[in-house]
């Protein structure tokens, strides 16, 4: 899951970073996951269907981000 070790996904559900329901993790949960810890993802070294997936799930689209304040990434 997210390119990370098993144990590390058990360690953020332990912590509760990571929430389930009836021992599954939901959608809704990877969406909070998501926005309120992006940096727990190795984003950047995702593959592009990974990136656009987590970004369709919450994932902080840091170039939008960038461009409605008016910084150019390039």
Request: no cysteine.
């Given at each position: 899951?997210f390119?990370?070790?098993?144990?590390?996904?058990?360690?953020w559900?332990?912590?509760?970073?990571?929430?389930?329901?009836?021992?599954?993790?939901?959608?809704?949960?990877?969406s909070?996951?998501?926005?309120?810890?992006?940096?727990?993802?190795p984003?950047?070294?995702?593959?592009?269907?990974?990136?656009?997936?987590?970004?369709?799930m919450?994932y902080p689209?840091?170039?939008?981000?960038?461009?409605?304040?008016?910084?150019?990434?390039e």
């Amino acid at each position: 899951m997210f390119a990370v070790p098993p144990a590390r996904v058990q360690y953020w559900v332990a912590e509760k970073l990571l929430l389930t329901k009836g021992g599954r993790i939901t959608d809704s949960s990877v969406s909070k996951f998501l926005a309120d810890h992006p940096e727990k993802i190795p984003f950047e070294s995702l593959n592009v269907d990974m990136q656009n997936w987590l970004r369709e799930m919450g994932y902080p689209d840091r170039a939008a981000k960038q461009k409605a304040a008016g910084v150019d990434s390039e």
